[in-house]
């Protein structure tokens, strides 16, 4: 496979590198930044965003699909461009949704561009936009496709992910894809799964005096019982450690009970999150606190009912395949340096794609800041480098397979 990369590799000379990078426009790629980033998009409403996405890519000539993707109110956007020769596809995805905070339009400051979704992640989008262009403009594709797609329903607790997983199982899939989100100074090769959790613990009667109160079991009772149980848990739990990505964990956030201090509460609420390493199913840690909680309510005489919200699966990406070969070529070739391996902190697309579909994920975008503020930016000369990385990474690994 390392034979494949240089191959590829020499491929890149000088001068076809340099039309690729050429073929990248920083005025094209700001401008549709400024476009995505004008059209509110908070986590359910990207409707407005993809059309502007669609509008922007039917503008330049490029064939758009609209799936639902078991969202009807803002379909997803896909594009598949094709080389007109067998060979693998590459992947650019994104989400085009925001957290659900107070809309804060687009600038121009300095070096960065500013407002709703410049660092989470439509200016992300856009860089990935701008590298089809160019490679398009360049005629660098040899082989095979790039399909990009883009989709709502991302960000927590107002997303889940139904819409990428319905475009996954609809098969908008590569070979390999790539997620500009704002993260580049490691190359993400394991990351945990989590899911959070709350358990609302109860006893029959209403809430009242504690002088009066009833053979009822004390809900606050239980609730100590049941958070001393998953601290033993989390204890246990810490003994699954991966030196990139962390141990596995039991989290409690949040206990809530009782109004004042002599009435006899009615519930207590507890909520937290759990977190797996590959290797753990999220099945089998759903079951495990579900009996947990069972117990605790059967021997405590209370009730206690359970939600868990999967956020992502666990996260793995192989060091031996050779897109990472190919990524880190490409990488090299941008910044004359390989990037570290390392551990991904947070859950995103690419545990989708790798926990229900098995495709190798990489996570690299552009430098910002203030994801989930009102204070987002993100530095424009890497949104730039990010094209002509996502560029450059397509003619490599998409080479004709004869
Ligand atoms: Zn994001």
């Known amino acids: 496979m390392k034979t494949e990369a240089k191959f590829n590799e020499a491929r890149c000379t000088e001068t076809h590198l340099l039309k690729i990078f050429e073929a990248v426009s920083r005025e094209r790629l700001l401008d549709t930044a400024l476009r995505l980033l004008g059209k509110p998009s908070r986590t359910g409403e990207a409707a407005d965003a993809a059309d502007e996405l669609e509008a922007v890519l039917s503008a330049?000539?490029?064939?758009?699909?609209?799936?639902?993707?078991?969202?009807?109110?803002?379909?997803?956007?896909?594009?598949?461009?094709s080389s007109g020769s067998p060979g693998r596809t590459l992947q650019f995805n994104g989400h085009l949704d925001t957290v659900h905070l107070p809309f804060v339009p687009p600038q121009v400051v300095g070096d960065r561009l500013t407002g709703s979704g410049a660092a989470d992640m439509k200016a992300g989008i856009a860089a990935a936009v701008e590298a089809l262009r160019a490679?398009?403009?360049?005629?660098?594709?040899?082989?095979?496709?790039?399909?990009?797609?883009?989709?709502d329903m991302h960000e927590a607790p107002w997303g889940d992910g139904r819409q990428l997983d319905a475009l996954i199982a609809e098969r908008f899939v590569g070979d390999a894809v790539l997620i500009p989100e704002y993260f580049n100074e490691l190359l993400p090769?394991?990351?945990?799964?989590?899911?959070?959790w709350t358990a609302q613990i109860r006893r029959p009667g209403p809430p009242v005096h504690e002088v009066l109160r009833p053979n009822e079991p004390s809900v606050i009772a239980a609730g100590v019982k049941l958070a001393s149980r998953l601290e033993q848990l989390n204890t246990a739990l810490s003994s699954k450690l991966h030196p990139m990505a962390g141990s596995e964990s039991m989290f409690i956030g949040s206990i809530q009970s009782g109004?004042?201090?002599?009435?006899?509460?009615?519930?207590?609420?507890?909520?937290?999150?759990?977190?797996w390493l590959p290797g753990t199913r999220f099945v089998d840690a759903n079951r495990e606190f579900r009996e947990l909680c069972r117990e605790i309510a059967d021997t405590t005489g209370t009730s206690i009912d359970v939600e868990t919200r999967l956020m992502r699966d666990s996260f793995e990406l192989d060091p031996q395949d050779p897109f990472v070969a190919i990524f880190q070529s490409a990488y090299r070739t941008t910044t004359g340096e390989m990037l570290p391996f390392g551990g991904k902190p947070f859950v995103d697309d690419g545990n989708s794609f790798w926990s229900s579909a098995g495709i190798p994920a990489i996570t690299h975008g552009p430098t910002a800041g203030g994801a989930h503020t009102t204070s987002e930016w993100v530095n424009i000369d890497d949104l730039v480098r990010v094209a002509r990385l996502y560029a450059l990474i397509a003619t490599i690994y998409c080479p004709p397979t004869n």
């Open 60 to 81: 330049d000539g490029f064939l758009v699909q609209r799936s639902t993707a078991g969202y009807p109110a803002a379909p997803a956007v896909a594009v598949r461009y």
């Open 135 to 151: 490679v398009r403009d360049a005629g660098a594709l040899a082989g095979g496709d790039i399909l990009l797609t883009a989709h």
């Open 189 to 196: 090769i394991i990351g945990r799964g989590g899911f959070s």
């Open 259 to 275: 109004a004042i201090y002599n009435e006899y509460p009615q519930t207590c609420r507890i909520e937290g999150t759990r977190r």
